[in-house]
């Protein structure tokens, strides 16, 4: 994406646009390189992911809620978290007041691993956020929450967008 860049603010929003898609891309490739080492696929390092999410924010996920966020058959699922609770990465939970609800939570070997990898990382993201004030943090914070906000809209708009017929040549 090419963006206008003839006044401060539109070289600022260019700019800002660059940097989050190279701080994607990144991102992507360590989540990759994570990954690869534990004999992990995309798909199961987006399960992690949101069951760490779900956990930090105290809302455990439930199988069926990892497959609308993955956009996955309930079967498909199952195989998916079948593959990570035999690897030692997550483990099922049953909810204390509904025996039948299952919740996906990390298993202490999946956590030690991701933490062991990942400490590095925190290092580093500390550093950086030491340079900014309180103030600076929450402008950052409100900003990220909306970009994800954003993101999460139009993957979904994506999702459920049908798609075009392929065009045919004729002559």
């Known amino acids: 994406m090419y963006r206008r860049r003839d006044t401060r603010r539109a070289h600022l929003v260019a700019e800002i646009a660059a940097d989050l898609r190279r701080y994607s891309g990144d991102a992507q490739h360590v989540g990759h390189a994570f990954a690869n080492l534990h004999g992990l696929n995309a798909t199961d390092l987006q399960a992690l992911l949101a069951v760490m999410d779900a956990e930090l924010a105290d ?86 929450a909306a970009m994800v906000t954003s993101m999460a809209e139009h993957r979904d708009s994506v999702r459920t967008a049908r798609p075009e017929q392929p065009r045919h040549r004729t002559g």
């Open 59 to 144: 809302d455990p996920i439930t199988p069926g809620r990892l497959g609308e966020h993955l956009n996955l058959s309930s079967g498909s699922v199952t195989a998916l978290v079948d593959r990570l609770e035999r690897g030692g990465h997550v483990r099922r939970d049953r909810d204390t007041a509904d025996r039948r609800k299952v919740f996906l939570r990390y298993a202490d070997r999946g956590a030690a691993l991701a933490m062991d990898f990942f400490r590095p990382l925190g290092r580093r993201t500390d550093q950086v956020m030491d340079a900014f004030s309180d103030a600076e943090l929450e402008v950052v914070h409100r900003f990220l």
